[in-house]
């Protein structure tokens, strides 16, 4: 079993920042392909960055150059750097990896989220 646990969400002011950390554990080999989402009340929930195998990253236009994902391979974690934070950015933020585990083929996981609130 593999489970994705994130933290670091809050209540910052518009203009702060929050670091968001998702914690992979289980039967891991390798995460190949991670990814942090978020859903706003009333809205789907939607793709926010990607950070490939091949360390090739994406973002979405809203959030460029103030975002950053980046990951620790040692530690099976990876994290969300949110700077310049926005009242649009609140949102609950769900992290999402594709993992290779030593029991079977990769799949795709899912963290619980966790809250993010910008005002002031």
């Known amino acids: 079993q593999v489970q994705l646990v994130e933290s670091g969400g809050g209540l910052v002011q518009p203009g702060g920042s929050l670091r968001l950390t998702c914690a992979a554990s289980?039967?891991?080999?390798?995460?190949?392909?991670m990814a942090w989402y978020r859903q706003a009340p009333g809205n789907q929930r939607e793709w926010v960055t990607s950070?490939?195998?091949?360390?090739?990253?994406n973002y979405r236009d809203s959030v460029k150059g103030r975002f950053t994902i980046s990951r620790d391979n040692a530690k099976n974690m990876f994290y969300l750097q949110m700077n310049s934070l926005k009242p649009e950015d609140t949102a609950v933020y769900y992290c999402?990896?594709?993992?290779?585990?030593?029991?079977?083929?990769?799949?795709?996981?899912w963290g619980q989220g966790t809250q993010v609130t910008v005002s002031s």
């Open positions: 999402n990896a594709f993992i290779s585990t030593v029991l079977g083929s990769p799949n795709v996981y």
């Open positions: 289980g039967s891991i080999s390798s995460i190949l392909n």
């Open positions: 950070l490939t195998e091949g360390d090739i990253t």
